[in-house]
């Protein structure tokens, strides 16, 4: 039996990948820059912000939740969302550190 594909890669370039693919989608990087610009969680204006149905913006945020990049509080019957900063935070020190090691190339 094989490896997994993910298992020849290092944890940075996993993490990475994981990354890249959650926000390689507009409406999540839309979502991202709307909450990011709040003063505090954010309950339902994003449908109404993005102008997306609420099915569609529930997935987008199940998504940037799966890698803790927002957090949601309960409030009654709505989920409050806000950016997670300590997750944030990291993920802007690997986006860097990925940038940042690319050496000039001759082409």
Known sequence: MGISKT??????????????????NPARIAILQYISLQNSCICNDIVDEIGLAQPTISQHLKELKSIDLIKGEIEGKKVCYCINLPKWNKIQALLNSFFNTTKSNCC
């Open 7 to 24: 298992q020849i890669f290092n944890s940075e370039q996993n993490e990475l990948a994981i990354i890249f693919k959650v926000l390689s």
